[in-house]
């Protein structure tokens, strides 16, 4: 009980940033509507102003106008007036009329008054009143209840309760979404969705490039896969993909998301010499995983497929199919065990390759044997408790393990999924 509070404090602190960040988050994107509506006001009141200066210069140029038609009677009437000053015709003073009256009455003169602007009070108290309220952080203490749960046990034969025959004849990855339905990715561009029934309900076609690496779900239910042709982890949401993390010299193999929302990435130099594993929250590395403390590589430098999983107590635990062995080290990274498989069961043509790995809610691990169509059960300390060897398994490869500790396991060979019930 005292791990699991350690576990759960840890996990809350480990939240901190990524809940705080939400909240940040969620004011920016009000402060960003705010600006938005600021600047539809301001327009507003702008065009205003261009149609009461349109209104202002029509008024004034009315009255210019006639001004000026007025100015050219008067030059009129001077031309004529110099003309009859030089004329010995006495009928054209006689006809004259004098229009000194008609001019010298002035038109009215219009005066248009600039508009004004009258800015609402900007006080920082308002603009907090109006923005929006933050409620405080409450604290408040739960009695912790010891629990007397009974850890559940292996069953004596396990057993296949359901096959989803997929489209894939090449059946690669699965894993588990908390509704129950599985995405599924195998040696084509499609990454499709299936319910327990078989049902198709999605599928997304990944866009460049050979098929996707693996998949995975973040903890808001997103698709995540990986493309080794693009050197991206790549998030599908809404129907849309997002970059997530670009590689440069290293290609990303398989994928884990972590019990504190991190991503792992498997992957390998572009050379093949070299592989590791990376942590990401989000896209910012948090973390390398590469060489033990002598400095010995921890993981074998060739393509071959590196399925990750984080383990119940945090230990990262690789299925290096190259190495033939299962790589298991501490969340700081630091070795704890290896396990080769018993070589006694295999025959010699038959060397130990895991492929898929998964972990259940009793901190075991269960990695796929494609050489043997079985899988091994171990417990978090390396140690062989069990095997799955008669589902008639044809060449498992990924593994994923569902909320209630359901086993489902991709056979490539066929392309179906198996679910299997191993624990009471």
């Not at 850890?151 to 489209?167: G, M, N, R, S």
């Amino acid at each position: 009980m005292y791990e699991e509070v350690v576990v759960d404090l840890e996990n809350q602190i480990a939240n901190l940033d990524g809940g705080y960040e939400k909240l940040t988050t969620a004011i920016s994107e009000h402060g960003a509507e705010w600006h938005k509506q600021i600047d539809i006001v301001i327009n507003k009141m702008k065009t205003e102003i261009c149609e009461m200066k349109l209104k202002h210069r029509d008024i004034l140029q009315k009255q210019l106008d006639e001004i000026r038609q007025i100015q050219s009677h008067i030059k009129q009437t001077l031309l004529v007036i110099e003309e009859i000053k030089e004329s010995t015709q006495v009928s054209a003073i006689i006809k004259h009329s004098c229009k000194n009256s008609e001019f010298s009455k002035l038109p009215p003169k219009i005066q248009v008054s600039l508009p004004i602007f009258i800015p609402k009070p900007t006080e920082q108290k308002n603009m907090y009143k109006f923005f929006g309220d933050i409620t405080p952080s409450t604290t408040t203490t739960v009695e912790y209840v010891l629990s007397r749960k009974k850890p559940k046990k292996l069953l004596d034969a396990p057993e296949v309760v359901a096959t989803i025959k997929t489209q894939y004849k090449k059946l690669r990855s699965v894993t588990c979404l908390n509704n129950g339905n599985l995405w599924t990715s195998g040696e084509t561009n499609d990454i499709n969705c299936y319910n327990i029934e078989g049902l198709r309900l999605h599928t997304f076609t990944k866009i460049s490039g050979e098929f996707p690496n693996d998949v995975s779900v973040d903890s808001n239910g997103n698709l995540l896969y990986s493309n080794g042709a693009t050197r991206t982890v790549n998030k599908v949401k809404n129907g849309k993909t997002e970059e997530l993390i670009r590689l440069d010299g290293w290609r990303p193999g398989k994928l884990c998301v972590t019990s504190t929302g991190d991503i792992l990435v498997s992957m390998f130099s572009n050379d093949a010499a070299q592989s590791k594993v990376v942590r990401y929250s989000d896209s910012t590395e948090k973390q390398t995983i590469q060489f033990d403390d002598k400095g010995k590589p921890l993981y074998s430098g060739n393509k071959k497929t590196k399925y990750i999983i984080e383990n119940r107590n945090q230990d990262i635990c690789v299925a290096d199919c190259g190495a033939g062995e299962v790589v298991v080290v501490n969340q700081d990274g630091k070795l704890r065990w290896r396990y080769t498989g018993y070589r006694s069961i295999f025959a010699d043509n038959h060397p130990f390759k895991p492929r898929g790995i998964t972990t259940d809610s009793q901190s075991h691990i269960l990695t796929a044997d494609g050489e043997m169509d079985f899988i091994h059960i171990l417990d978090m300390n390396g140690q062989v408790i069990r095997y799955i060897d008669n589902c008639d398994l044809k060449t498992p490869w990924g593994l994923c393990i569902d909320n209630e500790d359901n086993l489902f396991v991709c056979e490539r060979r066929g392309g179906n999924v198996k679910k299997i019930k191993y624990l009471k």
